[in-house]
Each structure stands twice: as structure tokens, then as C-alpha cells.
């Protein structure tokens, strides 16, 4: 069931830019989405239409079956929440814990539940032991999870997450990713994340739109939508390097492959499978 839907958006900013050229984008309930496109190609415009901090100039986005636009924004940011690519656009008061509890605390919550909530939310993101340490102390990893578990304070259905990988190290960015998949698999959280990385793409998430010059061409699972190299050309993107490697070994050098593997995990068990004609291994993920 669509939960949060970007109907023929349009968006034109002050200057003039057509950021946005009729996006049409149906995010599922519970469901890990990506959308997947280069810089500049619309990705946080997009986002703000989906909690409101943008308007479209024409088209509609439509929350929970209502358009957003009839929401009070008070319950927009209750059913939505965002965490922006620069934590330090985000993070404004002094100490990590009043910063988680500035939201729940502006929804008029009794005391007691704006601490449970950021209590929870910090534990969750990992930095209950940062709660009294000041925002400008934290690494950039660490201001990341507390922009995380500020959102998490507003007990949001859904988190749109921009770049959240960005200015990561590896295990930063690993890190990251399962912190996500869980959120999603522990409290069904729907989230949608704008990324240009497209190795994390095939690992961690459900489905993606790949998004090129304001306008999503191709919207689908990862097999899908990889399997369409003429509109990941079109996009600017490249495949997931574990896939490049396999494609050339099919189309250069003849190795016969139902279907692409598009993670290391795939590809490891379609050549074992190959050199040793083991199977044990197979769909294991
Ligand atoms: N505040 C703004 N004013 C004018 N143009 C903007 C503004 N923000 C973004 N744009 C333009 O809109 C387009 C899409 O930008 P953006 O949504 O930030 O892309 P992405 O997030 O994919 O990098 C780009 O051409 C960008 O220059
Ligand atoms: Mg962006």
C-alpha cells in the first residue's frame, strides 16, 4: 500500500531552475526505498516535497491517502520525518539531548515521554553515553545518529534520509546502512533514502528510482532496474562494481548468467557454484 505518494510533481525554485520536471513516485509502507540519481538531479528537492518544506508548483503529493498540503505541518512532522546530508544544518542546541528532545518537546508531550522517547531514540542510534556531551563535540558519524535519533524522537512512520552516507568512512557508512535495515525490520519504519552511491544500493534496499534531470526514468527492484543498463547510462550512473565485473564476464568473455549478480554475496555463490559446482552456498544471503 502506497503510504506517501509524489503525484506529477513539478518544481521551478526563485531562479528559475525547473528542479523537478513531474516526478510520479509511489513509496510502499515498510519498505526500504532509494532514490538513486546523480548531483543535481533532483534528489533533496524531492524530498522536501515529501514533508512539505517544498511546495510543488504543480501536481501533488499525497500522505496516507490525504493530499499533504491538507495536513497542519505540526502532523506532517509527527508522520514524516527528514535527516538532512549536513548534520550541521540540523543540530542547533547545545548538548545532544536537548537537541533529540527539542522536537518531542515542541509537540506539547509531558515530560516524562519526551525523555522515554529520547532515551529510546538514543539507544537506538547508539549514543545514549553522548547524551550530555555538546553537539559541536561529536564526530561527524556521531552527529549523523544524533540527527537520526531526533527524527526517531517524533516516532515518525516515515524517515527520508538525505545522502546519509555521505562524508562517512567505510565502517561509518556500514555502520549506517544496518542501523537503517533494522530500523526498518524492528519498528517497520518506511524509509527513503536519496543517495549517488550505487553499490549500497543491491545490499540494503528494497526497491529504487533512479533519477536524472528532475525526473525518475526507472523505478523497480534492484534486479530490475539494473538489468536496464541503457537508462543507468542515461542517468549517469554506473552498476554496482561487483556487477560491472560480471557483466564484462558475460558479455566480453562469454560466461553464460541467467541474471546479473549485482553484491558480493551473489556473485561469490554464481562462481563458486562455477568453479566448484558446490550449491551450499546458494541463496544464502
Ligand atoms: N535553492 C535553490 N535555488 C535554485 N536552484 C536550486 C536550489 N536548490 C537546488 N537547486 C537546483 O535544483 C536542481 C536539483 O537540485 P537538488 O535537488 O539539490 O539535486 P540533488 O539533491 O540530486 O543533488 C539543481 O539544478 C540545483 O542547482
Ligand atoms: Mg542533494
Not at 540519481?37 to 504543480?58: Q, W, Y
Not at 547524551?131 to 561529536?138: D, E
Not at 525526473?215 to 549517469?236: R, Y
Request: glycine share 8%; net charge negative.
Amino acid at each position: 500500500m502506497a503510504i506517501i505518494e509524489a503525484i506529477n510533481i513539478k518544481h521551478k525554485y526563485h531562479d528559475g531552475t525547473l528542479a523537478l520536471q513531474g516526478v510520479k513516485l509511489c513509496v510502499y509502507s515498510g519498505e526500504l526505498l532509494a532514490v538513486l540519481g546523480p548531483n543535481g538531479s533532483g534528489k533533496t528537492t524531492v524530498l522536501k516535497h515529501l514533508i512539505g518544506l517544498l511546495k510543488p508548483s504543480e501536481g501533488e503529493v499525497i500522505l496516507e491517502g490525504k493530499p499533504l498540503k491538507k495536513y497542519p505541518s505540526k502532523e506532517v512532522f509527527q508522520k514524516v520525518g527528514m535527516v538532512f546530508q549536513d548534520p550541521n544544518d540540523q543540530l542547533f542546541a547545545p548538548t545532544v539531548w536537548e537537541d533529540v528532545a527539542y522536537g518531542p518537546s515542541n509537540l506539547g508531550l509531558e515530560k516524562d515521554e519526551v525523555e522515554r522517547r529520547v532515551e529510546e531514540s538514543l539507544e537506538l542510534t547508539g549514543m545514549s553515553h553522548c547524551a550530555q556531551k555538546g553537539v559541536n563535540a561529536l564526530s561527524f558519524g556521531q552527529k549523523k545518529r544524533v540527527c537520526i535519533a531526533g527524527a526517531l524522537a517524533m516516532k515518525p512512520e516515515i524517515l527520508l534520509m538525505d545522502e546519509p552516507t555521505c562524508g562517512l568512512d567505510p565502517s561509518g557508512v556500514n555502520n549506517l546502512m544496518s542501523l537503517l535495515k533494522e530500523l526498518n525490520n524492528l519498528r517497520g519504519l518506511t524509509i527513503v533514502m536519496s543517495t549517488n552511491c550505487v553499490d549500497l544500493v543491491p545490499v540494503y534496499m528494497d526497491r529504487l528510482a533512479i533519477m536524472h534531470q528532475g525526473a525518475i526514468l526507472k523505478v523497480g527492484n534492484p534486479e530490475e532496474v539494473f538489468s536496464e543498463e541503457d537508462i543507468i547510462k542515461q542517468a549517469s550512473l554506473d552498476l554496482p562494481q561487483v556487477a560491472q565485473l560480471m557483466h564484462i564476464l558475460r558479455n566480453k568473455d562469454n560466461v553464460p548468467m541467467d541474471k546479473l549478480p549485482l553484491t558480493v554475496s551473489q556473485a561469490r555463490d554464481f562462481l563458486a557454484q562455477r568453479i566448484t559446482g558446490n550449491t551450499s552456498r546458494l541463496n544464502v544471503a
